[in-house]
């Protein structure tokens, strides 16, 4: 009976946290029309990301090869 109360108080407290609107930004929800558009830093950070990809693929491959 215990388990029963404490699943439903459960559900309803999920539903009660699931039917409230989300909402990122308040207000309009976007840029004013006519303003140019935001810029996006693309720096250092991106090549490494990409090198750590590449050095990790790396590693996966040899160690493949190696148990074969």
Known sequence: MKQ???SAA???GLA??????AQAQPGTG??????PPAAVPL???AS???AGGVAYGLRYLRQRRKQA
């Open 16 to 21: 009660a946290l699931a039917t409230r609107p």
């Open 4 to 6: 029963f109360f404490l």
């Open 10 to 12: 459960f559900a309803l």
């Open 43 to 45: 720096d250092g950070g």
């Open 48 to 50: 490494l990301l990409a």
């Open 30 to 35: 976007g840029p004013a029309p006519g303003t």
